[in-house]
């Protein structure tokens, strides 16, 4: 049994799609959010800058004496974990194994799969989901695709809108006719966007929810490590942000159907 929190990190309100998985699969733990709003957007800076601020956000997660970090940001896994994990001494997850390993287990032997890819620029010039995929997967065919405009619109909470139900089919339109069995959010920020995703794909294409993988390879690793927390109510909640001048707490109040989000948020400064 380990009663400390996990700590979760991302660039803004995106990694609340991750927060919402594993708050629902292990209701009995304690969660820290740190939304590092100051710094976002992730997706369109340097892989050093990326490693830079998403040490201090580790650093800051381990102050709040966490017993496991998560990075709920692709940009951030695909091209800050290796160097976390160097410099950290603490277990610290990232989206893209626990993924690729669900996906791996679903994929029929001898099959020939092709699953798109969408997340930020930073997250498809790193290369690692195909990197990965093909990796763990045999006769696997990737299509990716950069989707610059989405956090920020996400982080705007124009996700159901008129402009976003344009820029979904454009960004869409590169899968039409490929055939893709499976759709990757490569993004913490699309799962805001998946009704909108489904009705632009149809529904013969399974779209891949990060979150839902991650908080499933959470609970096997605190259940490998006898790591639980096992208080039976009230498990805590804290929210800290690097910004405030944002618009997270609507949009987060709507993701997690939960009016009192406001009353977790703290301002705190990583730097
Ligand atoms: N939600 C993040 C990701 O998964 C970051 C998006 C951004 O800050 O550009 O990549």
């Known amino acids: 049994m380990n009663s400390r929190p996990i700590g979760i990190f991302d660039s803004g309100v995106g990694g609340m799609t991750v927060l919402a998985e594993i708050a629902k699969e292990l209701p009995n733990e304690d969660l820290i959010y740190l939304g590092d709003t100051k710094n976002f957007p992730y ?23 966490v017993k496991l970090v998560i990075i709920a940001c692709g940009t951030a896994t695909s091209q800050a974990l290796e160097e976390l994990r160097k410099e950290f001494n603490i277990p610290i997850l990232g989206i893209i194994s626990p993924t690729v390993e669900s996906i791996k287990k679903s994929v029929k032997e001898k099959s020939k799969s092709i699953i798109g890819v969408i997340a930020t620029e930073g997250t498809i010039r790193s290369n690692k989901w195909e990197q990965e995929l093909k990796e763990k ?3 696997i065919t990737v299509i990716n695709k950069a989707c610059p405009l989405l956090a920020p619109m996400a982080e705007q909470g124009w996700t159901v809108n008129k402009v ?3 820029t979904i089919k454009e960004y869409m339109s590169v899968f039409k006719d490929k055939n893709i069995d499976k759709l990757i959010l490569g993004c913490t920020h699309y799962p805001l966007f998946k009704g909108l995703i489904e009705k632009e794909l149809g529904n013969g294409v399974e779209i891949i929810n990060t979150g839902e993988k991650i908080a499933k390879a959470v609970t096997d690793y605190l259940n490998e490590q006898n790591a639980n927390n096992d208080k039976t109510n009230n498990a805590d909640c804290k ?5 405030t001048e944002c618009n997270f707490i609507n949009v987060a109040e709507k993701l997690l159907k939960d009016e009192s989000v406001k009353d977790k948020i703290s301002k705190v400064n990583i730097e």
């Not at 929210?239 to 910004?243: A, E």
């Open 137 to 139: 997967i045999e006769d």
């Open 43 to 65: 997706g369109d800076k340097s892989k050093e800058n990326i490693i830079k601020i998403s040490k201090k956000c580790v650093e800051f997660l381990i102050s709040k004496n």
């Open 164 to 166: 976003a139900k344009e």
């Open 239 to 243: 929210i800290y942000l690097t910004d």
